[in-house]
């Protein structure tokens, strides 16, 4: 069973940058597609990000509107880690980030960030964007 393990949260003033991590075990991530999500306390989880399989015939990379230019998600295949640099942040942008990996490797992006076939969820890091 793969477990993820997200890292790279902390304590960041507006305008400045955090890059998480989303490193796996257990089983390798190389044929899955990934997705960042975040949540705040009292709000819906939120699709932010997703990579597709570097080996798929159809690699993408999905952001959502609002971090579209300031985010960039990329994959280490060989550490088995996905990233997420996040670049201009925005008081907005508070929020506890997950990474999530989907059952099946047939899932592709646009089915996790719509909340598809999602089955191993990190534990969290908690991002905060103060004045």
């Known amino acids: 069973q793969v477990q993820l393990v997200e890292s790279g949260g902390g304590l960041v003033q507006p305008g400045g940058s955090l890059r998480l991590s989303c490193a796996a075990s257990g089983a390798t991530l190389d044929y899955y597609s990934i997705g960042w999500f975040r949540q705040v306390p009292g709000k819906e989880r939120e699709g932010v990000s997703c990579?597709?399989?570097?080996?798929?015939?159809?690699?993408?990379?999905i952001y959502t509107d609002s971090v579209k230019g300031r985010f960039t998600i990329s994959r280490d295949n060989a550490k088995n880690t996905v990233y997420l640099q996040m670049n201009s942040l925005k008081p907005e942008d508070t929020a506890v980030y997950y990474c999530a990996a989907p059952s099946t490797p047939v899932a592709g992006c646009h089915d996790l960030l719509g909340f598809r076939y999602l089955e191993v969820w990190g534990q969290g890091t908690l991002v905060t964007v103060f004045s």
């Open positions: 990579i597709s399989s570097l080996s798929s015939s159809d690699f993408e990379t």
